[in-house]
């Protein structure tokens, strides 16, 4: 069945960066969107960024653009999420996401078909 495999996740200090990556195996389609969501505790889940493939648009939560930069690489279907400047609120849990077509984004998230099992992201003051 499709698999997202999600890495990068960790524990940081205030200020640092980490690069999340997820690679979609045994998905069957090329294009449509890949996304990052992150669900801190007691929190609903949120969108952070996403990326059509096929037009390379990007979109991001309006509170986290600019510190966060969501890309794909075609070659391998790997989606990265470079997060910079990372603050305690950004703790979380972070999850990658795909669907074959249809709308990316939107002020309340469309749903997406595949996710990955969560990497977990720590930022320490």
């Known amino acids: 069945q499709v698999q997202l495999v999600e890495s990068g996740g960790g524990s940081v200090q205030d200020g640092e960066s980490l690069t999340l990556s997820c690679t979609p195996v045994?998905?069957?389609?090329?294009?449509?969107?890949m996304a990052w969501f992150r669900q801190a505790p007691g929190a609903e889940r949120e969108g952070v960024a996403a990326?059509?493939?096929?037009?390379?648009?990007?979109f991001y939560s309006d509170s986290l653009k600019g510190r966060f930069t969501i890309s794909q690489v075609n070659a391998n279907n790997t989606a990265y999420l470079q997060m910079n400047s990372l603050k305690p609120e950004d703790t979380a849990m972070y999850y990658c996401?795909?669907?074959?077509?249809?709308?990316?984004?939107?002020?309340?998230?469309?749903?997406?078909?595949?996710w990955g099992q969560g990497t977990q992201v720590t930022v320490s003051s």
């Open positions: 996401a795909v669907k074959p077509g249809g709308w990316c984004w939107s002020s309340k998230m469309p749903p997406y078909d595949y």
């Open positions: 045994r998905y069957p389609h090329n294009g449509g969107c």
């Open positions: 990326i059509n493939v096929d037009s390379r648009n990007t």
